[in-house]
């Protein structure tokens, strides 16, 4: 098995020029003034389908010889993964099948549809998704990739990094939200390279912190699925490829609760007049809960994300 490296991160950066967006960073003197920081946010809720998965996405699909083009990909997900991996296959002409739970969110169903992905349901509390996509890719020959532990997928989303610090420079600190770990991962890859002395952050959902458990204990731990707002970082445990990078290169996983994530909500959307998902807003929530101890830092932060049920955001910017 091996690791992606920053290498991996710069063969990346070459395939999804011309099809990923250059997100903007932007900054807010309010922050700055609580902190007593500089803060960058690196707005990925402004990439395509919304999410920084079109990177990994795309860099995966791009990767693949044309044989294994032709045969098509699969992959599993019910929500950023499943839209990117189909989006990033029907730009380059390539089959994907998508297999979702049969009760994922009707408007991630059609837009997976949408972007011409084949969308294969199951019951995911009798059904083990990632069975069934071995099965089928088996079945089919077909490439299988992963939402987070695909060396592939690391680079790619290591991207939004290398772009962040190409535009401010080296920073003191980079917050990076944890799912299963490929953003961070990937980026920890970038700031190793393009800003060594900064210290790299992941931030989990206190209700689900795996990764903070896993980071220091010296071995993945897995947790039942946890309860939280923050959908896209519901997963269960790190990964193969994840892991060992974060183990080497993250300084250390914070955790912030639902609450502090609806007020990091409310900031964005009142103040800089963005629409960020409650999973995006882990990074920046935990700077806002750092405040001033972070004064005189130059500080990166990932906004993750953008994508929301609109009635479901409405009701916690209300609360």
Known sequence: MRLPTYADVLLA??????AAHRTPVMRSRTANAACGAEIFFKC????RMGAFKFRGAYNAIAALDEERK????LAFSSGNHAQAIALSAQIQGVHAVIVMPEDAPAAKLAATRGYGGEVITYDRFRENREEISARIAAERGMSLIPPYDHPDVI??????????FAEVGELDALYVCVGGGGLVSGCALAAGELSPGCAVYGVEPEAGNDAQQSLRSGAIVTIAVPHTIADGAQTTHLGQYTFPIMRERVRDILTVSDAQLVEAMKFFAQRMKIVVEPTGCLGAAAVFAAGRELAGQRVGVILSGGNVDLGAYGRLLAS
């Open 13 to 18: 950066a070459g395939r999804i020029s011309g």
């Open 44 to 47: 990925e809720n402004f990439q």
């Open 70 to 73: 032709r045969a098509g990909v």
């Open 155 to 164: 680079a790619g989303q290591g991207t939004a990094a290398s772009e962040l």
